[in-house]
């Protein structure tokens, strides 16, 4: 049930995210080209990496999210450069028809477009991640007896 909840819940969660920080930074103007570009597909990894998967209050400790934001942010940057470099920045009419843009334009122009991408693949991984959990067992830690004090001496004074 974990995985099939995790492999929902990542890309989901991931695409709302990206589409949310791809669009706070279009409306900002950050879609021109430039320096936000990958701080704004950066930041679309870290928040994917910050709130997919396990819950941050059910983590065994707060690096946990922190080290997959951080990672993210590096994903983030890395799927940019990848769509941008390699791919060649494809166009996306459909996109950018629904916002009112002028058709033919590159997918790096939309933000929001290329996020919710980014988000759903990062926020796919973490929640694929954390869906097969860390080992926690339903019965938890078993205790050791404590060890009686050795015969002659006295046991330490609390």
Not at 39 to 53: D, E
């Amino acid at each position: 049930m974990r995985l099939i909840a995790g492999l929902f819940k990542g890309p989901i969660l991931g695409a709302i995210l990206g589409f949310a920080v791809g669009f706070g930074f279009f409306k900002l103007g950050a879609g021109g080209g430039g320096f936000f570009q990958w701080i704004t597909y950066g930041l679309v990894g870290a928040a994917a990496g910050f709130f997919c998967g396990k819950p941050v209050w059910r983590q065994s400790t707060l690096w946990t999210p922190l080290l997959k934001a951080v990672v993210g942010f590096g994903i983030g940057i890395g799927v940019f450069a990848l769509w941008t470099r390699v791919l060649g920045d494809p166009i996306m009419v459909p996109a950018i028809q629904q916002v009112g843009l002028a058709a033919p334009a590159k997918a790096s122009t939309v933000p929001f477009a290329l996020g919710a991408v980014v988000g759903l693949v990062w926020g796919s991984l973490v929640g694929l991640d954390d869906a097969f959990g860390d080992g926690e067992k339903k019965e938890g830690k078993k205790e050791l007896p404590e060890a009686p004090a050795p015969k002659g001496k006295l046991p330490p004074r609390s």
